[in-house]
């Protein structure tokens, strides 16, 4: 197993590198199915760095409480701080994903904003088979990812700018790979099923509901 990539060093730094890059993009993104996670009560967030997701799922659902988890201590002190006044309802794990034993099961919400493409697709696997011992039978799972499509686009314009992203995290996080995860095909094979699915930036950044196999012909959450 590769050690996870350490950006400790850039935690100050990640959201103005996000504005400079992506501007309010990614932000959207992220947010493209809160409107869906009134009804959550006990949330998994994996590698949401400084927390700005975080903080507005709590703003936006009084009754949430979070699991969040990440490598990085400086993003969780991030996170934390971001909270503010909904601090109390967030519990903070600095661990890896690949190792942590899910403390307060069973959760209705998973949350994964472009930090999947940071396991190899054997290790995106593992996580979700992990996960779906440890959520709710109608849980939603709501993963941001980016995309590089097949046609001229994604030559001209995704492929290079997920080579930039992973060329940066690399040089400034130490990832030890290079390329994009089969993170669909891992979920499925694991028992969630693809619900819903919205894109941004002409299909560069997916943004994807998913439940468990056995209610994904339940109504849209
Ligand atoms: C690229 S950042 C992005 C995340 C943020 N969710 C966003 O939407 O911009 C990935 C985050 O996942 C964390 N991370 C990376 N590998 C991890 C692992 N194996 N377990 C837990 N957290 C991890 C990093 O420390 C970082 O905070």
Known sequence: MNSPPDLNRIAGLYPW?????FGPWLS???????G????????????????RFTARLLGANPEVEID??????????ALIRRAGRNAARVRAYCVDARLWQPANPP?????THFSL??????????????LRGVVSPSALWVVSEFEV???????????????????????????????????RGALGEAGF?????????????????WRTAEARNLPPA
Do not use: N
Request: contains cysteine; hydrophobic residues 45%; proline residues 2%.
């Open 36 to 51: 869906e996670m009134g009804h959550c009560r006990r949330a998994l967030v994996i590698g949401d760095a400084d927390g």
């Open 117 to 130: 493409d940071l396991l190899t697709t054997d290790e995106v696997r593992a996580l979700a088979e992990k």
């Open 68 to 77: 969040a988890v990440d490598t990085s201590t400086a993003m969780l002190r």
């Open 28 to 34: 959207w993104c992220r947010a493209g199915f809160l």
């Open 17 to 21: 590198m996000e504005a400079v890059t």
């Open 149 to 183: 499509s097949t046609g001229l686009f994604g030559r001209l314009v995704a492929g290079p700018v997920v080579a930039g992203r992973y060329l940066g995290l690399q040089w400034l996080a130490d990832l030890a790979f290079t390329t994009l995860p089969d993170y």
């Open 193 to 209: 099923a693809l619900q819903r699915r919205r894109r941004w930036l002409g299909g560069l950044l997916s943004g994807e509901l």
């Open 107 to 111: 959760y209705d919400l998973v949350v």
